[in-house]
């Protein structure tokens, strides 16, 4: 097993993934308005297209169609970071490091110093079949250990219960 000093820059803890686009979200019926974004998020027309000219974000102001939610986020990524206080030659540098375009979801990406841009990743729902697998005879044999012999008769006798239910059962649909 894998102690967490021993995650570097290329292996991941189980419970981050590198950052990716969202582009490939479904589109919305009711997009946003992006005066209305820039005006919200107290971004400047201006800011938006120096962003835009320095490959900080995909589209300036010129963009006239309704802003999706990943746009939404890009914009408020990229101003989240460059107001972070950094200079533009470490915002620039901290950026190459990421695909483009930036339209991460800003609430799950984060930097973090020995391992770079990290984005959570969202565990999928266990499978307890597979969970009890994995565990049952090592916790069984701790209850061995500790003498808890209660607790094996009271499991035994549950099991046992229920193969006897299920005896019975197929004894019923077998008549």
Known sequence: MMNNSSYGRNQLPP???????????QHSLFTDNLAEVLANFQVSVDELNRWHENGWISFGSEFHEGLESWHVNEIRFVRDVVRSGLSDAYVRFLFDQLPRPMDFDPASIAYSFSLGWVEADSPSEPDPDEIISEHVEEWLGNL??????ERLIELKEYI??????????????QE
């Open 144 to 149: 061995e250990e500790e003498g808890d012999v």
């Open 15 to 25: 419970w981050f993934c590198r950052p990716e686009p969202e582009r490939g979200a």
């Open 160 to 173: 046992e219960g229920l193969l006897s239910a299920n005896r019975n059962a197929d004894e019923e649909t």
